[in-house]
T-cell receptor
Framework: GDSVTQMEGPVTLSEEAFLTINCTYT??????LFWYVQYPGEGLQLLLK?????DKGSNKGFEATYRKETTSFHLEKGSVQVSDSAVYFC???????????FGTGTKLQVIP | DAGVTQSPTHLIKTRGQQVTLRCSPI?????VSWYQQVLGQGPQFIFQ???????GRGNFPDRFSARQFPNYSSELNVNALLLGDSALYLC???????????FGPGTRLTVL
């Protein structure tokens, strides 16, 4: 079945550091890929998405590129801020299937 | 535009009781999905409804049921509550079943 594997957290970075959160997936066909962010005590917010190979999703300084050959969708940001502290979820959905499959989440803590 | 709304925000029940959670989708969205997020895990798919019909069901027992109303709002019912049902219940809406899902803030259910 479909699955998403994320690097385990927590990830602790200093402000203005470079961020990478690794994500790989297993799914047949060509799934759509997503990054969602969850701030403390809140629901999920869509951060970015990519729907086909080599697409780059970007939003608020975050980027991720859909790599079909390595089945990966790593999240990157050049300079993190304290306000980026949250849990980040990598996810996928497949055409014809109703559900979104999530990874277990990676907690990011940015310290001043 | 208003996002997905859910009620109540928090709920405390005892084992064996029944609970009803409510969700209003983004205006114009006809599909509603429900997810369970246990602390420290990614969301798990429970149901998807589109135009009042069930379009998908996850691996949850029959104690879980849902319905969608003509205005596209939805209710999730859980009977005979168990301690393990304690979780954040997330509702997501999308224009159609295969479109990107947008999540509400969730209902935190605690079963004592």
């Amino acid at each position: 079945g479909d699955s998403v594997t994320q690097m385990e957290g927590p990830v602790t970075l200093s402000e203005e550091a470079f961020l990478t959160i690794n994500c790989t997936y297993t799914a047949t066909g060509y799934p759509s890929l997503f990054w969602y962010v969850q701030y403390p005590g809140e629901g999920l917010q869509l951060l970015l998405k990519a729907t086909k190979a080599d697409d780059k999703g970007s939003n608020k300084g975050f980027e991720a590129t859909y790599r079909k050959e390595t089945t990966s969708f790593h999240l990157e940001k050049g300079s993190v801020q304290v306000s980026d502290s949250a849990v980040y979820f990598c996810a996928l959905s497949r055409r014809g299937y109703q559900k979104v499959t999530f990874g277990t989440g990676t907690k990011l803590q940015v310290i001043p | 535009d208003a996002g997905v709304t859910q009620s109540p925000t928090h709920l405390i029940k005892t084992r064996g009781q029944q609970v009803t959670l409510r969700c209003s989708p983004i205006s114009g969205h006809k599909s509603v999905s429900w997810y369970q997020q246990v602390l420290g895990q990614g969301p798990q798919f429970i149901f998807q409804y589109y135009e009042k019909e069930e379009r998908g069901r996850g691996n949850f027992p029959d104690r879980f049921s849902a319905r969608q109303f003509p205005n596209y709002s939805s209710e999730l019912n859980v009977n005979a509550l168990l301690l393990g049902d304690s979780a954040l219940y997330l509702c997501a809406s999308s224009p159609r079943t295969e479109d990107t899902q947008y999540f509400g803030p969730g209902t935190r259910l605690t079963v004592l």
